[in-house]
């Protein structure tokens, strides 16, 4: 009977010590929480003529917020403007824009008006071996995934820096898992993922001051019409790749959506979309922003634990990776 007495004890003095380890948390922590509403405000999303951008657009514009879409085909902006309408009952405003294009980017955003949610959702993907590829592809997803989110900042920063909000505004940049972990077949893509998240983490202490907050949203595969469209051509992609590429679980668009607005409401800097992204973002959180004690506490005390798990993981990655090498050797023998 007298170990129940002290079972308690013990309990007890772990749980007074996260509980004051929590409240030291909750004073360093910066730049710490924020709430960053939607109902009212005019978010500009890029990429927002299909999949996770149309998606967020439907939802923002469901949740009373003024929308902006840019992207690249007038036709298909039309369409997304038309079903946002008949879902929605609400009229977005849009732009048929090429990001690449500094120029067109930033006639855009001054005709749209002072941005207070800026997603940049545009993304190209082509999954290819490095030795596969061609350079103007290389350049090309640089220039759409990285250089055109570096012109969307650039040309609607000052507006959202200048116009005076006692309310905090965001920058939402669209990255990945892929941003996250390195795949194979991956290398141009998660280079523009992960360079991605060195432009987040250094714009968010320039724009602390402004009370603008950055969210990094990393989603894992997700049903979108160009990832579809990929899947059934094949175009330089290998089993191994989509093998190792699926080991995080599909999202839907309408989820990744949601996840992605609750990330922005809650000024998270981190938004994974499953539990996966959560495990990656826990063991890879390094110098990134804190916004939040409790996760700041899983950090400091799970992020060995997950990364022990994700060495037998990338383990079984290379395991994979030099049976499918011996067997495509083998197979060329014969040939």
Not at 43 to 49: A, D, K, P, Q, R
Not at 51 to 62: E, F, M, P, V
Not at 217 to 231: D, N
Not at 273 to 292: E, R, V, Y
């Amino acid at each position: 009977m007298e170990t129940i007495p002290l079972l308690l004890i013990s309990v007890g003095t772990v749980v007074a010590v996260v509980l004051i380890f929590l409240a030291i948390l909750s004073h360093v922590i910066k730049p710490g929480g924020a709430r960053v509403p939607i109902k009212g405000r005019h978010v500009f999303i890029t990429g927002g003529s299909m999949g996770i951008g149309l998606a967020i657009a439907k939802q923002a514009s469901a949740q009373g917020a003024r929308v902006s879409l840019l992207a690249r085909g007038f036709q298909k902006l039309e369409e997304a403007r038309d079903e946002i309408r008949r879902e929605t009952g609400v009229e977005v405003s849009i732009y048929s824009v090429d990001v690449r294009d500094e120029d067109g980017v930033r006639k855009a955003l001054q005709e749209a008006g002072t941005v207070d949610v800026l997603i940049c959702n545009q993304g190209f993907f082509l999954p290819r071996e490095l030795v596969q590829m061609d350079m103007d592809e290389v350049k090309y997803m640089l220039d759409v995934n990285l250089v055109g989110t570096f012109n969307l900042i650039r040309h609607a920063l000052p507006a959202m820096q200048q116009t005076a909000s006692s309310t905090p505004r965001s920058i939402a940049i669209i990255s990945s898992q892929a941003g996250q972990v390195g795949v194979y077949g991956y290398t141009h893509y998660c280079a523009s993922k992960f360079a991605l998240r060195g432009l987040a983490e250094a714009l968010q202490q320039e724009i602390i001051s402004h009370n603008i907050r950055v969210c990094l949203v990393c989603p894992p595969v997700v049903e979108t019409p160009g990832y579809k469209k990929i899947a059934v051509q094949k175009k330089g992609t290998s089993v191994l790749t989509t093998k190792l590429a699926t080991s995080s679980t599909k999202m839907d668009v309408k989820d990744v959506a949601r996840e992605t607005l609750d990330g922005i409401k809650s000024g998270q800097f981190f938004v994974p979309c499953n539990w996966q992204g959560f495990a990656l973002s826990l063991a890879g959180s390094g110098g990134s922003p804190a916004t939040s004690p409790l996760t700041a506490l899983c950090e400091v005390f799970l992020a060995g634990a997950i990364r022990l798990g994700l060495i037998f993981t990338v383990g079984k990655w290379y395991k994979k990776t030099a049976a499918w090498n011996a067997k495509m050797q083998a197979t060329a023998k014969k040939l």
